[in-house]
């Protein structure tokens, strides 16, 4: 008996030393950044999110990001800092391009210095490029839509898929614009009324427009078409060149 307590001893001794000598996960640092990934100073410091290959370049690129990052995005100084949205491949390029981000960004999108900083809302494949394209957006931003220095910057409403393209096309806008709408120097700037698909198109067309009712689909095309026009404006109406400097619809 007492040689086979002994044995077990010496068994539990030996399991006890090889555990403690073993590389311990837990004392182990955070995990090796992917290939080409973590380049600059302080570039993933306080990091906390998944990263892709050739991810979060720049000084500063992805500090404190909590968001999943894919493959060659964040690329900029401070570019990805303070983000917890997940970015999508390519996506996030340039000074400030997603700092403080806090939605979904898709492949190839938010590109140009501050495109995307401080926005909330969801951004499409290859949207919101430009400077401060979709800066302090809310609204969800459907792919290759807000073009532009400003496009959508401070914008509250929904972005259909080609909208919004121009300086400044749908700043401060809230409502919800359609596919194929507001393109064109400030067409939608401050726009309050919702914009059916094809419509609001040309320079300061539907500007301000909208604030006792909606513009239909195909309306307000031109220059000036419906500048400062509370609406409602049924489709296909408002159509044309300004006349004596003035809008076809303007108010």
Known sequence: MAHQSRALIALLLTVGLAVLFLPSAALAGPPKPPAGSCVG????????GGLGTNACVD???????????????????????????????????????????????????????????????????????????????AGQISKHACQDVQACEGNE?????????????????????????????AACTNTQGNVSAGSCNGGAACAGAGSDGNIGTGACIGDRACLNNPGPIAAFTCNGPPSGGVGVCEK
């Open 41 to 48: 100073s302080d570039a993933c410091k306080g990091n906390t």
């Open 59 to 137: 000084i500063l690129a992805c500090h404190n990001n909590a968001g999943s990052i894919a493959k060659d995005a964040c690329h900029g100084l401070t570019v990805c800092q303070d983000n917890t949205g997940a970015v999508g491949e390519g996506a996030c390029q340039d000074f400030a391009a997603c700092a403080r981000n806090q939605g979904s960004v898709a492949k190839g999108a938010c590109v140009t210095a501050s495109a995307c900083a401080d926005n909330t809302g969801a951004v499409g494949e290859g949207a919101c490029v430009g400077v401060l394209a979709c800066a302090d957006n």
């Open 157 to 185: 409403g929904s972005v259909g898929e080609n909208s919004c393209v121009g300086n400044v096309a749908c700043f401060a806008n809230h409502g919800a614009i359609a596919k194929n709408s507001c393109q064109g120097i």
